[in-house]
């Protein structure tokens, strides 16, 4: 009985160890990596001129303050700003390219999904969303607009995020007109994903017309549009014959893509109908379009919102 206990009790000092060194080597990992995320923006402050204020532009501050109240209002302060500190300006080439280098770093934070859908919400570090040549093409995605975005006298601030009680920081390119780009608030979206509709008749020489709209925005965090994709179908009649159909598609995307698509698959008869094919995201995915069977499809990770069917149209 006594060699049982001592054989459980050395057991369970043994599973003690294994615990204990698991959390350390989990703190020590953290650590690093909070370590080499830090040192990278530590380098880039080198390249910077120095900030004489800490004061941002209006047009600046006013996109953070209605950021914060969006984010507070659909995320219930589950990702808030807890400060920021205004780094500099970008006055050499060495120094875009390294703040290039740290928004693109796959230790960098990210986030990108529909804050009006918290469920579609997501906020980590680079490589623990992606890996192999997903992780590379999105690293090159960010980097590559970054390298469009960012500007020669532009600034850098520096913010201090909190999400679910974890801290992490992002760097943001401004200058006097507004935010240029940052990991969070342009891989963030407000979105509402019904859509908006709307319809009207016409009568024009004894000619009758009807035409149905449906389209859906996409905006930045502080609210102004950001994107847009969508379709409108027309039908000509008299009585209840379609003479004829027409239908015309839109899409763009600012900091990101979009993809539209429509053809007319009923023009004449008891009703008009259209086929459309409509997508938009952000940087760290892409839209493909697919002929054989007329659709818009998403991959990869990011922002976006995919749209494919058909619309009919009655006199």
């Not at 995320?37 to 953070?64: C, F, G």
Request: proline share 1%; with cysteine.
């Amino acid at each position: 009985m006594k060699t049982k206990f001592v054989n459980a009790f050395k057991a369970l000092l043994v599973l003690s160890a294994l615990v204990l060194n698991s959390c350390q080597e989990d703190s020590i990992e953290k650590a690093q990596e909070n370590s080499m995320e830090q040192n990278s923006i530590e380098s880039l402050k080198q390249e910077l001129v120095p900030a004489s204020s800490q004061e941002l532009p209006q047009t600046v501050q006013n996109q953070i303050n209605l950021s914060k109240a969006n984010l507070s209002k659909h995320l219930n302060d589950d990702l808030q700003i807890e400060k920021m500190i205004v780094l500099g300006k970008v006055s050499t080439d060495k120094g875009i390219t390294m703040a290039q280098n740290v928004v693109s770093n796959e230790e960098s934070t990210v986030a990108f999904g529909n804050i009006k859908d918290s469920k579609s919400v997501v906020v980590a570090k680079m490589k623990n969303l992606y890996s192999g040549e997903t992780l590379r093409s999105t690293q090159n995605n960010i980097k590559e607009i970054a390298s469009k975005e960012m500007q020669l006298e532009d600034n850098l601030l520096e913010i201090t995020w909190i999400n679910k009680g974890q801290k992490f920081k992002t760097i943001c390119c401004y200058r006097n007109s507004g935010i240029v780009w940052d990991n969070v608030l342009s891989g963030l979206i407000m979105l509402d994903a019904e859509g908006k509709t709307e319809t009207s008749d016409n009568i024009q020489a004894k000619v009758y017309s009807k035409w149905y709209k449906q389209w859906w925005t996409a905006s930045w965090l502080w609210g102004s549009d950001r994107g847009e994709i969508g379709y409108q179908i027309t039908i000509y009649y008299s009585g209840t014959t379609v003479s004829n159909t027409d239908v015309s598609d839109w899409g763009y995307m600012s900091l990101g893509s979009a993809r539209s698509e429509s053809k007319v698959t009923k023009e004449t008869g008891s009703y008009g109908q259209c086929r459309y094919a409509l997508g938009l995201c952000t940087p760290t995915g892409s839209l493909s379009f697919n002929s054989t069977n007329f659709s818009v499809s998403f991959s990869g990770l990011g922002s976006n919102i995919v749209s494919n069917g058909y619309k009919s149209l009655y006199p």
